[in-house]
């Protein structure tokens, strides 16, 4: 039986964040500090002692997390995982943690990607919502409907585990699919407060310009199978994880199929690695029989 390592998305962020690393490990203290030179900005500070707010803008949130979990993954001694996925944000700390990435491209990508996601998100007004308590192919039947009725975006972006969905779009479009969700029996459909629509057409400029930044970037073969949000499935091939990284900014995260596929594949043991301990809650509501943990 195999041992998965897992890592958070946008989300997991709380104040205060890292500063326990930093204060207890040289090792840490030099990456935090190489981060705040690469980044052009103490995101340290930001990380340490900024407010909620703060932390929940996008250029911020995404290389904070990034940092907290690659950090807290390099202190964990025989770090030898045997499969990797990431919620998200979280795939560009798993690329790290399987020798894909460096920690420097890691950070310079997720830097990249924050930003054009933020610019994307000001373009337009947009939006997500949590759907709960409806199987899958009722919410994915509900958001075609309003897409061809009305002629508003709105697709599924974030399947979590069973019962619980994100869709993501145009304002309206959101608005009529929560309408038309709750009329189909959903417990709760509820608009998430968020920049913007993330993984859905929405992010279409910032796609073009991650896609920039990645082919730039120096891939490698990974040292395990990383699940990838967009394909649920074992990747090892390094072309190949590029285009899912790509893909991803405009596609689900299909975190149910990607578990699912790692516990057929022979994973017993899942370690969240960063902040939070969001998805050990979700893995553990995808399939009790697992041992799920955490390194923070």
């Not at 052009?40 to 703060?54: A, H, L, N, Q, W």
């Not at 009329?183 to 993984?199: D, E, I, Q, T, Y």
């Not at 699940?227 to 649920?232: C, E, F, I």
């Amino acid at each position: 039986m195999k041992h998965a390592y897992v890592f958070p998305g946008q989300g997991s962020q709380f104040p205060g964040m890292g500063k326990n690393l930093y204060e207890s490990s040289v090792f840490a203290k030099k990456l935090f500090e190489q981060a705040n030179e690469t980044l052009g900005f103490r995101i340290s500070d930001s990380m340490f002692s900024g407010t909620e707010e703060e932390l929940r803008q996008t250029k911020v949130t995404q290389p904070a997390i990034f940092l907290h979990s690659v950090i807290a993954f390099k202190s964990i001694e025989n770090n030898k995982p045997e499969m990797v996925a990431g919620h998200s944000l979280g795939e560009f700390s798993a690329l790290v943690a399987c020798g894909v990435l460096s920690f420097e491209d890691g950070l310079q990508l997720v830097s990249a990607r924050a930003q054009a996601m933020q610019k994307a998100c000001e373009a337009g007004p947009s939006s997500m919502a949590a759907v709960l308590g409806l199987e899958d192919d009722n919410v994915e039947a509900v958001c075609a409907t309003v897409r061809e009725t009305t002629g508003e975006v709105v697709v599924p972006a974030n399947y979590n585990c069973p019962g619980q969905l994100v869709i993501s779009g145009s304002v309206k479009g959101v608005e009529l699919a929560c309408e038309q969700l709750k009329a189909a029996g959903a417990k709760r459909a509820l608009v998430l407060p968020v920049g913007g629509a993330f993984h859905s057409p929405f992010m279409a400029s910032a796609q073009n310009e991650l896609k920039s930044a990645i082919e730039r970037t120096t891939f490698y073969t990974p040292v395990c199978a990383v699940y990838q949000n967009v394909a649920a499935k074992a990747v090892v091939e390094k072309d190949e994880i590029k285009k899912n990284l790509i893909d991803q900014l405009t596609g689900a995260v299909r975190w149910t199929q990607s578990v699912q596929a790692m516990i057929a594949d022979g994973a017993s043991h899942f370690t969240e690695i960063g902040p939070g301990k969001v998805l050990q809650g979700l893995i553990q509501k995808i399939d009790k029989s697992v041992q799920v943990d955490g390194v923070s």
